[in-house]
Nanobody, 126 residues
Framework: HVQLVESGGGSVQAGGSLRLSCQATEDTYSPTCMGWFRQGPRPSMREGVAISYDDGTRTVYADSVKGRFTIPRDNAKDTLFLQMNSLKPEDTAMYYC????????????????????WGQGTQVTV
């Protein structure tokens, strides 16, 4: 059973930076699609933020974070990061790591139903 363990959340002032980490606990699990979602006050507000595909060779970002967030991936350590710079109050949310081993067209990568595995979430407050 694959588990995704997130870390790195916290509180930061507007304009600051945070780096989130997500590690898959099963060494043999090689997700094709891995990324970050965030959720506001209601469950229906969980939105895709940044996705890494094919070991990080392809990425996609939500328009709201382009130019501010990046999604580095350390495949040797089965770890995904979310580097968040120039943070804004509207970035405040619970951030979730998600992963799936299936192949998907790029148009679907930011949709939450694509993903089979989810982390427990880490809070980011700006």
């Amino acid at each position: 059973h694959v588990q995704l363990v997130e870390s790195g959340g916290g509180s930061v002032q507007a304009g600051g930076s945070l780096r989130l980490s997500c590690q898959a606990t099963e060494d043999t699990y090689s997700p094709t699609c891995m990324g970050w979602f965030r959720q506001g006050p209601r469950p229906s507000m969980r939105e895709g933020v940044a996705i890494s595909y094919d070991d990080g060779t392809r990425t996609v970002y939500a328009d709201s974070v382009k130019g501010r967030f990046t999604i580095p991936r350390d495949n040797a350590k089965d770890t995904l990061f979310l580097q968040m710079n120039s943070l804004k109050p509207e970035d405040t949310a619970m951030y979730y790591c998600a992963a799936d081993a299936r192949s998907w067209p790029a148009s679907l990568w930011l949709l939450r139903w694509v993903y089979s595995y989810w982390g427990q979430g880490t809070q980011v407050t700006v």
